[in-house]
Structures are given as C-alpha cells and as structure tokens.
C-alpha cells in the first residue's frame, strides 16, 4: 500500500481543478496585457478568477493580488507593510514558517527594525497578554502570526488578535496558507491587513497564490517590471495558475463542512489507534479540534533508538509523512518549531497531514507499520 500523509506540504490536484486548467490551455493563449482580442480574452479569464476568489472570502477584487505562491506573499506583506508605512518595529514568533522568520531576521540585521518575538506555551498556544504588552510598550509595529502552525497545527484566535492590533494601530499579516480553503474566512469583518493563499495546499496547481491587501493599508510593488497586478505586481500573470487556483477554492468553499468533519474524523481515529497500539506516545501542539488545525497531526514517538531512521523506514512502507526533532545541539538540523516549543530532542517527531482522499484503511496500515518499527526498538 502506498499512503500520502504529508498534505501540509502539497496536496494532489483536483480533477475537476485539472479540468478548468485544461480548458484554458488549450485554448486561451494570449497574453493578458495585451490590448488585442486574445489578450482582452485572457484578461477576463484572469478578472473573473479574481473575482471568484474575492467573492467567496467577502472582500473586493481590488484586494486580491495574485502571487506565485505563499512565500511571495508573505514577503510582500512583511518587508512592503513595514518599509512602505514607515515602521521600526515588528512582533512575530519563533514558531512561524520560514518565509516569515527569515525575512523579519533580514530585515532586523539590515538594521530595519527592531523585532520581538511573543511567549507562547509548550503547546504553541500563543501568550495575548504578552503580545498586548509588546503593542504598547512599542511604536506602531507590524504583527506577524500564523493563524495555524504548519508543523504542530496549533491555532492562533484571529479575531483577538486583530482587535489588539486595532487598538494599538498596528498592520496585522497572517501567513494563512494551511487554512486558506480549509476554513472559512469572512474578511469583510476579521482586522487582518494581509493574508496569504497558495494553491498547492487546497488541492490547485504550484506556483500560484494570492495576497490580500486591507484597503485600509497602502504598499507599493515587491516585484517590479510590469504593470501587471493593477500596477502590483511586475511579471506576466500565471493564468493557467490562476484559474486553477480560483476553482480550487471556489471546490474548497463548497464541500468544506464535509470535508472538515471526514478529515477531523479520521484525525481523531488515528490518535486514538497510535495511543491503543504504540506505548507511550505523545502529541506535539494542541489536539483539541477548537484550537488544532484538523489536517495535522504531529506525533511524537518513545523509540529514540530510530530517531534518524523512522522516516526512512516509513518511505520504505510505503507512506510518506514529514518529520523533525528538537534540535539538541547548536549544529543538529531540526525543527524550530518544537525547539521553540521544548520538544524532546531524544524523541523523534513525525508530522501526519490528512487530506479528502485519505481513508480509514490508510491510517490503520499506517499505525500497524508504526507499531511493528517502535516494538522492534523497545
């Protein structure tokens, strides 16, 4: 049997996603900045999928700017909303994705801003209090908070943050690429600035995404070179991209209440097969479905003697998942986001991310290879 539980990274295409892309490649080829015929066609196809997007997230397509994926957008968001309105200072966490972090540490050892980062628990649960005390001891800042953690699935509350960030004037991104599609988001009413897409995580193609600017907020290009993106965004538009990632989300919006409930049930049957069948296990980050992200589970197992070796042997079975440890060491390449967590370095960590396609029988070989490698090791 061959199983994919590594969805927080790319998820397979829709068919019907595959269907939408077909049709316009063969047959809209024109470029759409172009004034003639072919190029006005195209253009529609492009303002239409914008319009799609912006329709089911309750926002104008004037706030929708098409990107070539997350990072992109992130970056965008992070070094445009603090250059282009002036800030020195920026509030994130040791637990964000990577193209948050890194870009924040850029800029802080250019010498651009100051950077805090908030407290959060041993779950990944973020500390408000401490963040409201970042808000107000500091000028206007940029806060940068994933709304789900892409390795441990814990969620951040949205709304509470975005009220903290309006009371002190501060520009609020979340990097929302794992619950773009996965939960909905009304951006008429949640006091987020920025927020992220990328297509590959909701079942469209690679290389697209989207950032969605708050009006209330002005920014200038990132990428220059072109008028493309309403003057945004420099380069000729994705449109095969573009269309395949409206229709993924526009198939996201429409089954998405199914989809949560089969996923979070399949989630909830996997943890309560690993704790009947592998002694002493563990779960990094919240379980909980009000506060865990439904298509990840991380899982932490008591077999440190195949720490190096458990993903390798899992590939070998047949299942694909992601994995990480602690970093016990300032050379050891980990995670640092259960480093930044307190995980157990001696422990080896595997990230299982579900997705509609996987079922019941998958999980149950899955457990039952787990059991037969951390026995081996007991």
């Given at each position: 049997?061959r199983?994919y539980?590594?969805?927080?990274a790319?998820?397979?295409?829709d068919?019907?996603v595959l269907?939408e892309?077909y049709?316009?490649m063969?047959?809209n080829?024109?470029?759409?900045?172009?004034?003639h015929?072919?190029?006005?066609?195209v253009?529609?196809i492009?303002e239409?999928?914008?319009?799609?997007v912006?329709?089911?997230?309750?926002?104008?397509p004037?706030e929708?700017f098409?990107?070539s994926?997350?990072?992109?957008?992130?970056n965008t968001?992070?070094?445009?909303g603090?250059?282009?309105?002036?800030?020195?200072?920026?509030i994130s966490s040791?637990?964000?994705?990577h193209?948050?972090?890194?870009?924040?540490e850029?800029?802080?050892k250019a010498g651009?801003i100051k950077l805090?980062f908030?407290?959060?628990?041993?779950?990944?649960n973020i500390?408000?209090?401490?963040?409201?005390e970042?808000?107000?001891g500091n000028?206007?800042s940029?806060v940068?908070?994933m709304?789900?953690?892409?390795?441990?699935g814990?969620?951040s509350?949205?709304e509470?943050?975005?009220?903290?960030?309006?009371?002190?004037?501060a520009?609020?991104?979340?990097?929302?690429?794992?619950?773009?599609?996965h939960?909905?988001?009304d951006?008429?009413k949640?006091?987020?600035?920025?927020?992220?897409?990328?297509a590959?995580?909701?079942?469209?193609p690679?290389?697209?995404?989207f950032?969605?600017?708050?009006?209330?907020?002005?920014i200038?290009?990132?990428?220059y070179?072109?008028?493309?993106?309403?003057?945004m965004?420099?380069?000729?538009?994705?449109?095969y991209?573009?269309?395949?990632?409206?229709?993924?989300l526009?198939?996201?919006?429409?089954?998405?209440?199914?989809h949560?409930n089969?996923i979070?049930?399949?989630?909830t049957?996997?943890?309560g097969?690993l704790k009947?069948?592998?002694?002493?296990?563990?779960?990094?980050?919240?379980v909980d479905?009000?506060?865990s992200?439904?298509?990840v589970?991380n899982?932490?197992?008591?077999c440190?003697?195949m720490?190096?070796?458990?993903l390798?042997?899992?590939?070998?079975a047949?299942?694909?998942?992601?994995g990480?440890?602690?970093?016990?060491?300032?050379s050891d390449?980990?995670?640092?986001v259960l480093?930044?967590i307190?995980?157990?370095?001696?422990?080896?960590?595997?990230?299982f991310?579900?997705?509609k396609?996987?079922?019941k029988e998958?999980v149950?070989?899955t457990?039952?290879?787990?059991?037969?490698?951390?026995?081996a090791?007991?």
């Amino acid at each position: 049997m061959r199983v994919y539980f590594d969805n927080a990274a790319t998820t397979p295409i829709d068919p019907e996603v595959l269907k939408e892309m077909y049709k316009v490649m063969e047959n809209n080829y024109g470029n759409p900045s172009s004034i003639h015929a072919h190029g006005r066609e195209v253009r529609s196809i492009v303002e239409k999928a914008r319009k799609t997007v912006a329709n089911l997230l309750h926002t104008s397509p004037a706030e929708i700017f098409f990107t070539s994926g997350g990072t992109e957008a992130d970056n965008t968001a992070i070094r445009c909303g603090i250059v282009d309105n002036g800030l020195k200072h920026a509030i994130s966490s040791r637990l964000e994705h990577h193209a948050v972090i890194h870009t924040l540490e850029a800029m802080q050892k250019a010498g651009s801003i100051k950077l805090s980062f908030v407290d959060t628990d041993d779950k990944g649960n973020i500390d408000y209090t401490h963040l409201e005390e970042l808000l107000k001891g500091n000028d206007r800042s940029l806060v940068s908070l994933m709304h789900a953690n892409n390795e441990v699935g814990t969620l951040s509350d949205m709304e509470r943050i975005g009220d903290l960030c309006e009371h002190y004037n501060a520009i609020y991104h979340s990097d929302t690429v794992q619950t773009m599609g996965h939960y909905r988001h009304d951006l008429s009413k949640l006091k987020a600035h920025f927020m992220v897409c990328a297509a590959h995580k909701l079942h469209g193609p690679k290389g697209v995404g989207f950032l969605h600017v708050n009006h209330k907020v002005k920014i200038k290009p990132f990428i220059y070179g072109g008028s493309q993106e309403r003057n945004m965004r420099g380069g000729t538009e994705n449109v095969y991209g573009i269309v395949g990632l409206a229709k993924a989300l526009e198939l996201a919006y429409a089954n998405m209440d199914e989809h949560q409930n089969q996923i979070q049930a399949l989630k909830t049957y996997m943890i309560g097969q690993l704790k009947e069948n592998v002694p002493a296990i563990e779960f990094n980050g919240e379980v909980d479905p009000a506060k865990s992200l439904y298509t990840v589970l991380n899982v932490s197992f008591p077999c440190s003697d195949m720490a190096d070796m458990l993903l390798f042997n899992l590939d070998i079975a047949g299942i694909s998942a992601s994995g990480g440890s602690a970093c016990s060491s300032g050379s050891d390449i980990g995670s640092h986001v259960l480093t930044a967590i307190g995980g157990d370095p001696t422990r080896p960590s595997v990230r299982f991310s579900f997705s509609k396609y996987n079922t019941k029988e998958e999980v149950d070989y899955t457990v039952s290879k787990l059991k037969e490698l951390c026995m081996a090791y007991v």
